[in-house]
């Protein structure tokens, strides 16, 4: 595809993370060709029915450069989310960057809730149980594995 805009301008290093249940953190370089005054933004769009949003809290460089946004409450759609990052400068027209991402598959869950092992009688066997750990999936439960790492004392 032809992209309007001084080749090299646009972001490089696109990058977001889920933690905390409902927190996102998106992050950036500027293009390696990109002017010294050019200033990035950053929209997204959670889902088709939702609006297009403009980041409200950027990570800023030394330089007072976006490079890089905080976003609070966050739910997890079933769709992929769509990512714009654009450009301005005095001085040259700057590429676009945009991006489909799957949110569930950038989250990074927290632990299983209320861990308990159980040990029988005779303690030569234990039960472990636990819950499904908390998430902003909207659909939760039925897609977790789980695996378990015993280590004897």
């Not at 010294?36 to 990570?59: K, R, V």
């Not at 234990?126 to 039925?142: A, E, M, Y």
């Not at 897609?143 to 280590?151: D, L, T």
Request: net charge negative; proline share 3%.
């Amino acid at each position: 595809p032809v992209f309007a805009g001084m080749k090299g301008s646009a972001i490089e290093n696109f990058s977001c993370v889920i933690y905390n249940i409902s927190l996102m953190n998106c992050t950036w370089q500027a293009g390696r060709d990109a002017p010294g005054d050019t200033h990035y933004f950053l929209y997204w769009q959670n889902s088709i029915y939702d609006d297009a949003m403009e980041c409200e809290l950027y990570i800023k460089d030394e330089n007072g450069r976006n490079t890089g946004c905080r976003f609070q409450n966050v739910k997890i759609a079933t769709e992929k989310a769509y990512f714009l990052v654009n450009g301005s400068s005095k001085d040259a027209l700057i590429q676009f960057y945009d991006e489909y991402i799957q949110l569930y598959k950038i989250e990074i869950l927290t632990p299983p809730l209320n861990v308990a092992v159980n040990y029988t009688r005779d303690s030569s066997s234990c039960v472990i149980t636990w819950q499904t750990p908390l998430t902003s999936h909207l659909r939760k439960g039925d897609c977790f594995e789980y695996e378990i790492s015993i280590r004897n004392k």
